[in-house]
């Protein structure tokens, strides 16, 4: 992949789309919440990614791997709720996985260990009903992308946000199994998650903003290949 200091000039592209892009969809991430959460989670997610915006001035000469932890320390000093441990905190952990910069098997190491701290976090299984459904597809396909099929990693990363979106989807008609849409039982039926959705949004701007830094162009055909063993639930 790029050299560090390419690296470091995507990561803020990226920390600053990611931003923009929560912004815009704070009323709808508060709307899906709405319906059952408490309603905080587009404020959470946007109080969070602006406060993290506003660093980009502080990462010129930071590594990759300072960079990702120091966005999920700001997440935590500014996400009430769950939502801080689960995307700052997991941040966090993972981005040991970048010591050596960010590289096709790192990316992959680093994704997973998201994923695993996430669900150690959460507590949560595929099928509950959070972000972990459209993390896990993600997590897998990129990683299947990479080391079984010899993607791309630009590909495969487009391959793992198209399992994302179908993660989204499959927490529509599933009963809510953690957190506060728990408590409406058999009512969660029928709503998207919001945490599944915000995941979404944030590898979207990735994907975009890795389009412009890395070379090369995303095999559509590729992307467009469907996987049975990359639906959430399956092998769970």
């Known amino acids: 992949m790029a050299d ?10 990226a920390i600053e789309n990611v931003a923009a892009r929560i912004e815009e969809e704070k009323s709808y991430l508060t709307e899906l919440d709405s319906a059952i959460g408490d309603a905080d989670h587009g404020n959470n997610m946007h109080r969070g990614f602006q406060a993290v915006a506003e660093k980009t001035d502080d990462f010129e000469g930071m590594s990759p791997g300072d960079i990702v932890k120091t966005v999920g320390t700001t997440i935590i000093g500014n996400v009430g709720g769950a939502a801080g441990p689960l995307y700052g905190g997991s941040l966090m ?20 260990a998201y994923l695993d701290k ?79 959705t915000s995941t979404y949004i ?23 290949e469907t996987v049975p063993d990359e639906t959430p639930g399956d092998g769970e």
């Open 4 to 13: 560090e200091s390419v690296q470091r000039e995507a990561l803020i592209a």
């Open 93 to 112: 952990t993972a981005s040991q996985e970048l010591d050596d910069g960010i590289t096709a098997e790192t990316s992959v190491a680093f994704a997973e």
């Open 118 to 196: 996430v669900k150690d976090r959460g507590d949560a299984p595929v099928g509950a009903k959070t972000m972990v459904d459209a993390l896990t597809p993600a997590v897998h396909t990129y990683k299947k992308s990479v080391e079984q099929d010899d993607l791309a990693p630009l590909t495969a990363f487009a391959k793992a946000v198209d399992a994302a979106e179908r993660g989204v989807e499959f927490t529509v008609p599933i009963k809510a199994l953690k957190g506060r849409a728990s408590f409406l039982d058999w009512r969660s039926v029928g709503h998207q998650d919001p945490g599944a």
């Open 202 to 224: 944030i590898m979207e701007e990735i994907l975009k903003t890795a389009e412009e830094y890395l070379d090369g162009d995303t095999d559509a055909e590729a992307v467009a």
